[in-house]
């Protein structure tokens, strides 16, 4: 069975559902450091908090979130990948995953997926930022979501 999302006014759902993205939002800003005080913080029980966490999400946060997956041919040579994970926080990318190949005649692949939300419009920069860069042989986008 795939899964099927509903908007549904705030006003109309119960209040552990309601709780638990007060809680997520507490989580997610610093103003709450354990899920412990978080749901503590807003009238919740632990287990309810966990039971829901993972089923209601802010709509605007859905919205703001953005991954994007890119693949870079790097030259075998020390420091490259730091450089390129580097630049991407340098943008305010959040890297997600990496995945490196084994290096076959002096070159492997990495594929790095990235969360990029904060960044704004710095996607385009990035590639140009991570094809300047030296020991990057190729960089593309491959998915984004």
């Known amino acids: 069975m795939s899964e099927r999302f509903y908007l549904v006014r705030e006003d109309i759902l119960p209040d552990a559902l309601v709780k638990t993205v007060m809680a ?6 610093g ?3 354990t899920v ?7 009238g919740l029980s632990r287990s309810a908090f966990y039971k ?3 089923g209601i999400f802010n709509i605007n946060q859905l919205e ?3 991954i994007v997956t890119i693949s870079v041919d790097l030259e075998h ?10 630049l991407v926080a340098g943008l305010e990318g959040n890297v997600l995953t990496i ?3 084994i290096p ?6 990495v594929v790095i997926s990235v969360e990029t939300s904060r960044m704004g419009e710095h996607l385009s920069a990035l590639l140009d930022a991570l094809r300047a860069q030296e020991g990057v042989k190729r960089a593309a986008i491959i998915g984004q979501g």
């Open 104 to 109: 076959l005649q002096g070159m492997a692949n």
């Open 24 to 29: 997520k939002q507490l989580l997610a800003d």
């Open 36 to 42: 412990n005080e978080a749901a503590e913080r807003v």
């Open 31 to 33: 103003s709450a450091n």
């Open 77 to 86: 040579r020390s420091g490259i990948l730091s450089k390129v994970l580097g």
């Open 64 to 66: 703001r979130e953005r």
């Open 52 to 54: 829901y966490k993972d």
């Open 99 to 101: 995945h490196q190949t």
